[in-house]
Nanobody, 126 residues
Framework: QVQLVESGGGLVQAGGSLRLSCAAS????????MGWFRQAPGKEREFVAA???????TYVDSVKGRFTISRDNAKNTVYLQMNSLKPEDTAVYYC????????????????????WGNGTLVTVSS
């Protein structure tokens, strides 16, 4: 069992930046692949970014070059640095965790993840 708590959301103007954090507690954080998802009002939850146990990263096309996912195993935390924010990035952002046998594997589907945080709201004004 692992508990996840997101923070860092807020209101920002278009073109601005935010850094989301997801603090994990419970079992050994370094064993988990981590992901960020988001859900805008009236829309389904969508994949944003993921990082494997070994540090391999992947992103949805719409955030490539603007968002960066990273992890600090010493702090049991995964981050999502979001730059050049757009109004369409407005959503509740969730972090998620799963254990994969393969160290390079990342999950891009919400159904692959076993643990979820409660989310943090990001609002980007135009």
């Amino acid at each position: 069992q692992v508990q996840l708590v997101e923070s860092g959301g807020g209101l920002v103007q278009a073109g601005g930046s935010l850094r989301l954090s997801c603090a994990a507690s419970g079992r050994t954080f370094s064993n988990y692949a981590m992901g960020w998802f988001r859900q805008a009002p009236g829309k389904e939850r969508e994949f944003v970014a993921a990082i494997s146990r070994s540090g391999h990263r992947t992103y949805v096309d719409s955030v490539k070059g603007r968002f960066t996912i990273s992890r600090d195993n010493a702090k049991n935390t995964v981050y999502l640095q979001m730059n050049s924010l757009k109004p369409e990035d407005t959503a509740v952002y969730y972090c998620a965790a799963v254990v994969f046998t393969e160290g390079l594997r990342v999950g891009v589907r919400s159904g692959e993840y076993d643990y979820w945080g409660n989310g943090t709201l990001v609002t980007v004004s135009s």
